[in-house]
């Protein structure tokens, strides 16, 4: 499926041409009709010979209506301009050559209509050098021109011949999974509900696909699709479709709104963007000016803020930051058109680079315009690495609708990226530029080397507490540590492998001092604070750490093995007679009251015992201390 977008003069048999070439009247509108006048976007279609249906998107050529056209343009193939063989070459066919060029139309053919209209041959040789040699001005240079009469049908078949063999020139539409269809019509149909039509981009629809609408970011559903009047299950890049939404109320769109899948496009009142000044605009473009800004079906005004220049020369090209009055929808190398407000005429254009800027910058960052420069003229590794480089990893589709590379350019970037480890993978199909990850790396280590020094007694830093240092999301933190051989974790703490607790000689002295005393009445240990005192609590708290020692609530300390034997025994005495109070377990454990109701409490809150009124008997987790 391929757009072709009609541009030319009023009077120069515009629509008439449509209406020959595909039976279908494109002016609408009752007003278009009797001032015989395209003011709004028409549509049509016509079959070319090999059976490929092509879409017309009919645009005012008034200059008044400039910017009706400019909400059609943005999605065609090929430009095809109308000039009429007996008035030649207008005022308006500079600006809409300009316009093509700006949007990046490959390719324009030259419909030269009413030559019936002309007195003879030469008349006709005579306007279709003026028209080659106006049009050879521009990027677009050498271009064919067709003589047609809409009324006679001559030259028509040649026409639709240059057409085809324009189209089958073009590469296909690029489908990068990420579906945008800037709105150009909204209507509603009785039994039916909310429809909106536009040119597809980017990915495919699919009946029953979740979608939203940006900016509102209001959700529905498709219920169905059309393309050229025709009930289709699926829309391919490139084609012009109606798209029957339930769930959104039409009242609730307007052109300009972007429907796409949902999270997959950003709506931004600010965007960074690369600009071409036109050569033949008198003035320069100087910082603070204000514009109106189109891009895909939508407009607004907007203030220019210069990156790199002071001004910019017509003629010149340079980086902008453009503050939009309202938030639109755009992805990255989207084109878009500026003009002035007063006079009102196109003044330049460009790609949008980044859709959604983290903030104003300040003029001149090197910097900044250095990542920029990246985004528009970097290799696909390059732009793989600029989108993988942020706060968090992200998916392979988020890394595509960065970079708007189709299918096979990604996978082959992607396995040169990360074969040269410009990108790591933190696994779950999520990527992060080296730099990133190596930052982070950088961050823990140094984080944990701290920890490591002001407490070189404890086993390791609180995982929780790691992260929030870090300030990484749980995900990538975790994905980060289990694949970090500099680090060893558990569920709980975090140390660097090389992290290992060493006691002096005076420390282990303490040690042996306080296990002797723990050995000599086992059951009746030492407080926490008489074995801090011995001991020191740094100390103390890594006899916890390392197993040495257990303490359970409130600060009871027992030798590990103490402890053990002592649940063994409590088991063992529940099983023989069904049950035990606090009295009898300290007769049995020879131990006070003190510890044995702490032991007890303790049992019952790991599900070793359970308790009935005064007594216990076994919990569901007691099997691993039974005999």
């Known amino acids: ?21 595909t039976g279908i009247d494109p002016d609408r509108l009752i007003e278009e009709k009797k001032r015989q ?14 059976g490929e249906r092509v879409g017309v998107i009919d645009v005012p050529g008034h200059r008044d209506f400039i910017e009706n056209m400019l909400a059609g343009v943005g999605g065609i193939d090929l430009g095809l301009l109308v000039i009429a063989a007996d008035e030649g070459v207008m005022p308006q066919t500079t600006e809409h050559l300009q316009i093509l060029d700006l949007l990046g139309i490959q390719h324009i053919v030259v419909a030269l209509t009413k030559i019936d209209l002309v007195p003879d ?16 001005q521009t990027r677009f240079g050498e271009v064919t021109i067709c003589p047609v009469s809409a009324y006679t049908g001559e030259g028509a078949d040649a026409l639709v011949e240059t057409i085809h063999q324009k189209l089958a020139e073009l590469p296909p539409r690029l489908n990068v999974n990420q579906p945008v269809l800037p709105i150009d019509r909204v209507f509603s149909i009785d039994g039916f509900g909310t429809v909106v039509t536009g040119t597809l981009s980017k990915g495919q629809l699919q009946v029953g696909d979740q979608i939203s609408v940006q900016p ?41 709104n972007v429907l796409g899948l949902p999270k997959t496009i950003v709506a931004s009142d600010m965007i960074d963007c690369w600009y071409n000044h036109l050569p033949d605009i008198a003035a320069p473009l100087k910082h603070n000016t204000d514009v109106k800004f189109f891009t895909g079906a939508a407009e607004a005004n907007a203030r220019v803020r210069l990156l790199a220049d002071e001004e910019i020369a017509p003629g010149q090209s340079g980086w902008l930051q453009l503050i939009l009055d309202q938030p639109l929808a755009m992805s990255q190398k989207d084109r878009f058109i500026l003009r002035s407000p007063s006079p009102a005429q196109t003044i330049g254009g460009g790609l949008v680079i980044n859709p959604e800027p983290t903030r104003r910058w300040k003029r001149f960052q090197t910097s900044v315009i250095q990542q920029l420069e990246t985004r528009l003229e970097g290799t696909p590794e390059d732009l793989l690495v600029d989108a993988a480089t942020s706060k968090d990893p992200v998916t392979i589709q988020e890394l595509q609708a960065n970079t708007h590379l189709d299918d096979q350019t990604l996978q082959a970037a992607l396995s040169t990226t990360l074969e040269a480890t410009r990108l790591v ?57 289990a694949r970090d051989d500099l680090t060893a974790s558990n569920q709980d703490l975090v140390r660097l492998a090389s992290h290992k607790i060493m006691f002096s000689a005076e420390q282990e002295q303490a040690i042996k001092t306080l296990v002797g005393i723990f050995q000599s009445t086992p059951t009746m240990p030492p407080s926490f604070a008489d074995a801090a005192n011995i001991t020191g609590e740094d100390v103390l708290y890594a006899l916890i750490d390392q197993g040495t020692l257990v303490m359970i609530p409130p600060q009871v300390l027992f030798l590990t093995e103490t402890y053990e034997d002592m649940a063994r ?59």
């Open 1 to 21: 499926m391929h757009i072709i977008g009609t541009a030319g003069h009023v009077d120069h048999g515009k629509s008439t041409l449509v209406r020959y070439l």
């Open 37 to 50: 006048m395209t003011i709004d976007l028409g549509f049509a279609w016509f079959d070319l010979p090999d």
């Open 121 to 136: 041959d030469e008349w006709l040789d005579l306007v279709m050098v003026e028209v080659g040699d106006r049009i050879a």
């Open 425 to 481: 993978e933190l696994g779950n199909g999520r990527y992060w530029s080296s730099s990133a990850y190596y930052g982070l790396s950088q961050n823990v280590h140094s984080e944990l080397e701290r920890f490591h020094q002001q407490h070189p007694l404890r086993p390791g830093m609180p995982r929780e507490e790691l992260r929030r240092r870090v300030n990484v999301a749980a995900q990538t933190f975790n994905s980060f540590i």
């Open 216 to 256: 509102s970011e209001l959700q529905g559903r498709i219920r169905g699709l059309q393309s050229h009047h025709e009930q289709v299950d699926t829309a391919y890049p490139g084609s012009r479709v109606a798209v029957n939404i339930t769930g959104i109320s039409k009242h609730n769109i307007q052109r300009g």
């Open 569 to 627: 025994m409590t088991v063992k005495q529940i099983q023989d007679t069904g049950r035990i109070d606090a009295k009898d377990l300290r007769d049995v454990l020879r131990s006070s009251r003190k510890y044995i109701i702490a032991l007890l409490e303790h049992l019952d809150s790991q599900g070793i015992t359970r308790r009935v009124g005064d007594d216990r008997v076994l919990g569901p987790n007691a099997g691993n201390y039974l005999g």
